[in-house]
């Protein structure tokens, strides 16, 4: 159970303070901030205990928001409250979160703080839903007068599908699936794959009226293999890690591994997973340095596209770290721009489009100023941005998409892929 | 220990519009007796902001009160707030005018309670329950038995968090019989008012007997949690698992079961939670599916990373055969932050084996270059203890530890030159890493590891008297500015030498260095230069490093994940229940043996095999100390003589 919650400021100074328990005294809090934030010592860790108590803290832009405890709790549980807590801020403040937000409307964070926790126990963490609860200016009076609509509020609060309200309504039912992969590779200065996975993810925003249930299919190999003697389909991938929202029936899951769901209203992420075999990774780079003379040092980047020739990559962007003593690079490249940006202290090269099943090549001269020696150059990785549409490094593909209500309408569907890159990194 | 510091809460808001001078008082004062709802507000605000700056607000509570029965939502809920605030400051729990000005505010509160309105039953319930007002419980309980069966759930739910809070803030009053009838409602209700029902039992007696009729049921309603309840049932069903199954017990495996299918659910707090219950009766297929999982969450962005790494370091130190197969997940990217990094690394030093060898070696040599110092002296320090681990691969490790020797920062060389120091003591053939070592003794810039050389040269000092002389011969040239601790060693080296090699030149050497040591400016020093002109043998004192054993007994006991395990002590609230040996139903009677994990058995029996070498070596160690001991003794007892007259000498002097 949480003791006392509080927003500080990058000073230090206590912008809102509200206590649960009577455990805890303003005297600590003060000490603590005086002691670790105002000092910046130790802020790197979430979780510091001083005397007993811990404190246990997250850092949004200029903000540190802090919770304190007597007892042994659940951390994980109260670094995700915070998180929640600074989203339903967010939502509150049009996405910002910073000390002015706050010290505007400090008496309505005082409001929502009085709703999400009671006696330190987590109560309403659902932005929308407390959102129909306070409203910037203060408490709704519309929907709480209205006792039947708050009736239904509550309901859904405290039912069994809390994520979706009774009765919305739409005259156009649609609903959007995109599934977000990011690549994260990582390639040793030997060439050996030291890290290789797609983590994936797949959202959904529906616009649907009543209470649908929603199936998803994918090429899961599992799922594959159990029809293929009826279809005789090609062999799915393996998904060997994937994690649902709670919207989606795990026990089905775990049984036939079918996805089923109703959905909530709006935007949410449905399924997230991570699959490190039989990835299909987009580029293949190739990086050569050496040195001409003492102050010259020449690299050679050669990269080539991996996927079909009918899709493209956008806004492809290629970090190649440079050394500190840089004092001019001469570029040359048949495809894109590459020029050396002094604050980021590498050549970036961007490609808008990139054709797949294509290779091409950068060539740099590095002029190097005289710099003291005993200063060695770290050699950062080089590093790589890239979006692809309608590709997945997974293979991953939804078969089918069923929506069911009672009322049987028409749903419009949409499905895209995109696949990005992460971390995809290079070392030198 | 905590003192006092000037209040800094509010000092945010600074002495503005906001601010309390005796000039905006009458301004408060204006708009708090204002006829206008908006004026009210606005005063409130103001309060608010005293109430930050930890002002008294006795003298305006009366008004505030008196505001309590108006119809504006948002001023009721304004002025609720600030009441439930104004009863938690420590002066109302303990001052007499301030509780009964909170006396007064209970009579419009409790009318608020029989509100149509949720929202304002639902506050009114909230205030009245933490007002702390002893002589209210019986009126409360009474009027909370008229609202326990109200339709709302969110009421329901409230009542029974109200009964924990009025338990724990007014302990003396409240008696179980006021609440049970309340309670023993509750628990007939839905799966979210059942669960808090149930919680505030176990908060209040301890005791987790009223789930042997609910165990089942909230099995089944697990899924039906949102996360933050999901967390607290688990909670709940990890304390009375702990209390009343044994492992293998039939019921058990049903939790374990629903557990497994809650592994799916994005939420780092549920993993740990199932880890509890999972480490607390271990299977081997369990565990590795759980290590699945949470490996899976170390792409997760937030300060969850921590837990999720501290978590795995358990995982590595206890079941490193099922963590090993996932070591790729664990390579260490730029943007992490530092605390991070050095989670991952010690982690990946505790995976090695002959198998992931190469890569993991490489990562550490790739972190060892890296421009965090104390990223870089964590991977020099692992690599050594790696290569000592794994003898077959010296070469190749001392070898990248050269490179790094050769282009490292000056603090990197002090990392590399004291594993170096580690790795001599380990190996046979000690003069090669040697040789590196006084090759780069200037530049080593760290004064401890610089000792260390010199003193381990002159270990070797009968095999190498021509190298010993001249690398002395360098060492006084610059003997002035060195650290008293160096001088120290290169005195004993001198002295050393000349005991060994009595030539003419070596004696000059000496006595230059003596003479410096004489007129040195160190106290230390110039003791030294005493003893060792009198010819007396001096027995160094051998301190060596002493290796850090990872985890004391004590952390092992903390259960993995909990916040007492992350901080490393024991903090109230994890005093577990001592098993009780009763059998709660006779369906759990029946007991399914667990066959003993293999695994396990062999991992112990490797250990005793790995122990039995290490002492034998240990064994050769210590005989040849001891021999050194033996010729080291009899002067020792000279210098004790010499010590004990000079302390007579003294006593006498100062009696006198």
Known sequence: ?428 | MLFELPDKIGKAFGNGTLSIQSSKNNKLAELINSKYTEDIVEAIRMLYCQYLQNKDLTLYMSRIINLLPREDLELKKLCQILISEFAAQPNARTSKSQGDVLILATAPIFKDLTNQNTSIKLNALKTLSSLRIQELTPMLFTAIRKIQSDKNPLVRRSVALSILKMHDMCSDDVQPDDYNDIINFLLKDTHQTRLYAIYVIFKITGDLQILHKYYFQLIKDLLNFNSFDLERALQLLYQYSVMYFKEGDKDLIKLLDACEILLRLPYPSIVLAISKIYLQFPQETRIKKLIRTVVKFLNIGSESKFIILQMLHQFALSYPQYLKEHYRALTILQIEKLYCKLLKLEILSLLIDENNFNNILEELLYQARSNQPQLVAVAVKLLSKTTIKFPKFIKRTIKSLLDILKTGSSDTKNHVIASFCNLISTQESKLPLLAICLQNIEDISDIRYKATVIKLLRLEIGQIPTIVAESLRKLSLTFSQQHENVKYEILLLSHQLQAINQEQHIELLNQYIMTLAKFDSSLLVRDLYRTLSKSIEFKESFVQEEENVAPSLEMQKLPIGSLSHLVGMHLPGLNLPSYLNEDTSDKRKVEIQVPPQKVEQSQQQQQQQQQQPKSQKQQQQTQQVENKKEILKRVEEDVKKHYQNLDQVLNDFFTD
């Open chain 1, 1 to 428: 159970m949480i003791s006392s919650l509080s927003f500080i400021n990058q000073k230090g100074e206590i912008l809102i303070y509200r206590v649960y328990k009577d455990d805890i005294s303003r005297n600590e809090i003060t000490q603590f901030c005086a002691k670790m934030i105002a000092t910046k010592e130790n802020k790197e860790f979430p979780i510091i205990n001083i005397d007993q108590t811990s404190f246990i803290h997250i850092s949004i832009k200029d903000i540190i928001i802090l919770a304190t405890t007597k007892t042994d709790v659940n951390v994980a549980m109260v670094l995700e409250f915070l998180y929640q807590l600074s989203k339903i801020c967010k939502s509150y403040f049009q996405g910002n979160l910073d000390e002015n937000c706050i010290k505007k409307s400090f008496v309505l964070i005082y409001e929502i703080l009085d709703e999400v926790l009671d006696y330190g126990i987590p109560q309403i963490a659902d932005p929308n839903l407390l959102q129909k609860f306070i409203q910037e200016g203060g408490v709704q009076q519309e929907t709480t007068i209205n006792i039947e609509k708050l009736r239904q509020l509550t309901f859904t609060l405290t039912g069994v599908v809390s994520w979706r309200p009774i009765g919305l309504y739409y005259e156009k039912n649609e609903l959007y699936l995109d599934i977000i992969e990011s690549v994260n590779l990582l390639i040793s200065a030997k060439d050996t794959v030291l890290r290789a996975e797609v983590v994936g993810s797949i959202e959904l925003k529906s616009k649907l009226t009543g209470m649908p249930e929603c199936q998803i299919g994918m090429n899961d190999k599992l799922l594959m293999g159990k029809q293929q003697k009826q279809t005789k389909q090609t062999i799915g991938i393996s998904i060997d890690d994937m994690k649902f929202h709670p919207c989606v029936r795990l026990p089905k899951f775990d049984k036939d591994r079918t996805i089923t769901f109703i959905p909530p209203d709006g935007h949410c992420q449905l399924i997230s997973y991570r699959i490190s075999e039989n990835i299909n990774i987009p580029f293949k780079v190739n990086v050569f340095y050496s040195e001409i003379i003492d102050n010259k040092l020449e690299i050679r980047l050669k990269i080539k596209s991996i996927y079909d020739n009918n899709i493209y990559g956008t806004n492809v962007l290629v970090k190649v770290p440079v050394p500190k003593n840089t004092v001019n690079a001469i570029t040359a490249t048949a495809l894109g721009k590459a020029r050396y940006e002094v604050e980021e202290q590498s050549v970036i090269w961007r490609i808008k489009k990139f054709q797949g099943d294509f290779e091409t090549s950068l060539r740099c001269e590095i002029n190097l100023g005289t710099t003291n020696k005993d200063q060695v150059w770290s050699k950062p990785p080089l590093k790589m941005e890239f979006q692809i549409p309608m590709f997945t490094a997974s293979g991953l593909r939804v078969r089918f998409l069923k929506v069911m209500e009672k009322a049987g309408y028409k749903t419009n569907k949409w499905i895209r892929y995109l696949t990005k890159g992460g971390e995809y990194l290079h070392r030198l």
